[in-house]
């Protein structure tokens, strides 16, 4: 949350001359009011409709920018003629950032955690009326992903075509004092008609509320429903529905305080924020993989394993921060630049800086953020396996198959029945696959976390405590 709400507010100093800390904190009070007076349903819309806002503002600031250029078939030239446009990097070294495998592999690890056991995602998925629904809604992130990453991907781009046929590199001229501002900047050059920076900047905030909105709503309806509410069940709905809005509140004011942290740090935003959440997502969807998959595992195994692939991959984190590893930055042009304010900065490097071996914990604290998840999830899985067994694994004969995933008869549906039996742990989903098919209840009758209807399955409490916050 803290690096969701840096980014538009660094940037805004560009548009409004404004102190980032006035933006945090008007973030923080608009944030917090829609959140907490509308609930669950009023941060869905408004996210609907800032998304729309989004992708106008960054459609607007890509036809703009690559007409400055001269169509985008120029702005890909000059990309490609300054080595912005790589072939596939296909080298396996963890330490390079950006490679095939780090994106595919590190971000399949984080879209899956996001978009499966984020709560964020999950109080969505329970808020709508059925089953179905809820597996649209989850199989539409991957288009809509991909054309917002891929447009962004555009913007960028087009604002290196811009300011390399100008021969003035503004961020190593010092025109602006971080990355995370030369959009703004851009949008300044380009978009100078009345109006039309309101709608990006419109577009930028659209995107952090959105963000923020959701984490604080998620964040409210965890802490009230694995801390709080044990201590409260008599109390009066009325009462309970203003703890959790104070709860909104609350974890608002820590995200803010987060933003202000992330102003000391620096760097690209975009990179710490998926740094620090593949460190946070990651050891989540192993906790899930170490229940669903393993039938030894036990609550202490859990326990270690979660904390243990909590801290690991944030320590890195927070190392790779510290000690900056070193970044191989390509060459920009300031040649055309007039009153350049500080040429010495690294930002103005007209020649690659050489990338220093690292070793030790140089090493770890270089390992590409993308692998951030992967890193967190494998410590969980493993370390909760080791720990299960030292202090008494749980039966297999003991597990319940309807609470078990057929992981590896979705991934190797062809082997023998032997082989596949084997490697699902000889658990056998043979009369849970039978009860799918028949549509036999998934879960008993009596039980008051799942209720059946017609048109799907819903999840009921979650749906009550979604409509409450």
Not at 4 to 27: C, D, F, K, R
Not at 228 to 246: D, H, N, R, S, Y
Not at 313 to 330: A, C, H, M, R, T
Not at 407 to 432: E, M, Q, V
């Amino acid at each position: 949350m803290g690096v969701a709400m840096y980014a538009p507010a660094t940037a805004m100093e560009i548009v409004t001359g404004s102190p980032y800390w006035v933006t945090l904190i008007l973030t923080f009070v608009v944030s917090s009011f829609y959140s907490a007076l509308g609930g669950i349903k009023a941060v869905i819309w408004v996210d609907a409709l800032q998304s729309f806002i989004m992708l106008a503002g960054v459609i607007a600031i890509l036809i703009k920018g690559s007409i400055e250029v001269g169509g985008f078939d120029k702005v890909w030239e000059i990309n490609d003629m300054h080595n912005r446009v790589e072939p596939l990097h296909l080298d396996p070294n963890p330490l390079i950032r950006h490679t095939f495998w780090t994106i595919v592999v590190g971000g399949m690890v984080d879209i899956l955690a996001r978009t499966g056991v984020y709560q964020a995602a999950v109080q969505r998925y329970c808020s709508v009326p059925t089953l179905t629904k809820a597996k649209v809604t989850t199989l539409m992130n991957a288009p809509i992903i991909t054309i917002i990453w891929s447009l962004t991907c555009m913007v960028g781009m087009t604002m290196f075509a811009y300011y390399s046929q100008k021969g003035c590199d503004p961020l190593a001229a010092g025109y602006v004092s971080n990355p995370n501002q030369l959009i703004m900047y851009f949008l300044m050059d380009i978009l100078y008609y009345p109006g039309v920076p309101g709608l990006f900047v419109g577009s930028v905030m659209s995107a952090v509320l959105s963000t923020i909105s959701s984490i604080q709503s998620a964040a409210a309806a965890i802490f009230w429903e694995d801390w709080l509410k044990g201590f409260f069940k008599k109390m009066p709905a009325e009462k309970q529905t203003m703890i959790t809005k104070g709860l909104v509140v609350l974890f608002g004011a820590a995200g803010t305080g987060l933003a202000f942290f992330m102003a000391t740090v620096g760097g690209t935003v975009i990179q710490v924020g998926l740094a620090f959440i593949g460190a946070s997502v990651g050891p989540l969807l192993g906790l899930f993989l170490l229940g669903s998959v393993f039938p030894w595992s036990n609550w202490i195994g859990a326990i270690v394993g979660g904390l243990t692939g909590l801290a690991f991959p944030l320590w890195i984190s927070f190392g790779s921060l510290i000690n900056k590893p070193p970044v191989n930055y390509l060459p920009t042009d300031i040649t055309n630049c007039t009153n350049y304010l500080n040429i010495t900065a690294k930002w103005a490097s007209t020649t690659p800086v050489p990338t220093i071996a690292s070793e030790g914990l140089n090493g770890l604290y270089s390992i590409s953020y993308q692998y951030n998840g992967c890193i967190g999830m494998a410590t969980v899985v493993v370390v909760g396996l080791i720990v299960s067994f030292i202090t008494g694994a749980e039966k297999i004969e003991d597990a319940d198959p309807k609470l078990m995933m057929p992981i590896f008869d979705w991934l190797f549906c062809c082997l023998p029945r032997k082989c596949s039996r084997a490697l699902s742990c000889g658990i056998d989903y043979d009369k849970t696959k039978e009860m799918r098919k028949k549509g036999e209840d998934f879960f008993p009758p009596e039980s008051d976390e799942f209720v059946e209807k017609e048109n799907g399955i819903v999840n009921e409490s979650a749906t009550i405590e979604s409509s409450r916050l």
